[in-house]
T-cell receptor, first 111, second 114 residues
Framework: KQEVTQIPAALSVPEGENLVLNCSFT??????LQWFRQDPGKGLTSLLL???SQREQTSGRLNASLDKSSGRSTLYIAASQPGDSATYLC??????????WGAGTKLIIKP | GAGVSQSPSNKVTEKGKDVELRCDPI?????LYWYRQRLGQGLEFLIY????????KSGLPSDRFSAERTGESVSTLTIQRTQQEDSAVYLC????????????FGPGTRLTVL
């Protein structure tokens, strides 16, 4: 059974720091992995999607990596800003359409 | 353009009552998902609709939960005889369809069962 774990559960850092969020999964037979951002009352927004054949994806200050063999993904945020404060969720897709979700990391960027 | 909308945004009900949650997907999206998110936890898959195919109901936690979708438009999630453990945020997402991995989420309905 696929399980997705995100560490840490919460993180608070000063503005401007680079930071890494971690996601691990137990079954390496995944179709892809996605990182989402969740803002209160606003639903989820997809940030990055990494196909199983890819190693990383970049969008602006965000970089996500994928190591299937070790069952790990990281989301790197460069030069963090207060507007980055949100909960970040990772989800892995199995061969069907279902996503298995981590519990998220709540990130607070202090001005 | 309009995104996914859900109503109501908040619902407080008494234990034992029935509730109905609504989702309006993005126009033209053939795939629609319902998820449940309990406090501090990840999303749990509930049900998936794809076009006119039979829905995948494998995530529904009990027979008190049911969902319908009218064609490729609005969907309703119904919870009968609500229990306190049903308290959660219920999220709906739509997708252009098979072959697309991108899901567009609504803002969710926060359900509180007293």
């Amino acid at each position: 059974k696929q399980e997705v774990t995100q560490i840490p559960a919460a993180l608070s850092v000063p503005e401007g720091e680079n930071l890494v969020l971690n996601c691990s999964f137990t079954d390496s037979a995944i179709y892809n992995l996605q990182w989402f951002r969740q803002d209160p009352g606003k639903g989820l927004t997809s940030l990055l999607l990494i196909q199983s054949s890819q190693r990383e994806q970049t969008s602006g200050r965000l970089n996500a990596s994928l190591d299937k063999s070790s069952g790990r993904s990281t989301l790197y945020i460069a030069a963090s800003q207060p507007g980055d404060s949100a909960t970040y969720l990772c989800a892995v897709r199995r061969s069907n359409y279902q996503l298995i979700w981590g519990a998220g990391t709540k990130l607070i960027i202090k001005p | 353009g309009a995104g996914v909308s859900q109503s109501p945004s908040n619902k407080v009900t008494e234990k034992g009552k029935d509730v109905e949650l609504r989702c309006d997907p993005i126009s033209g999206h053939t795939a629609l998902y319902w998820y449940r998110q309990r406090l501090g936890q990840g999303l749990e898959f509930l049900i998936y609709f794809q076009g006119n195919s039979a829905p995948d109901k494998s995530g529904l936690p009990s027979d008190r939960f049911s969902a319908e979708r009218t064609g490729e438009s609005v969907s309703t999630l119904t919870i009968q005889r609500t229990q306190q453990e049903d308290s959660a945020v219920y999220l709906c997402a739509s997708s252009p369809g098979t072959g697309s991995d991108t899901q567009y989420f609504g803002p969710g309905t926060r359900l509180t069962v007293l």
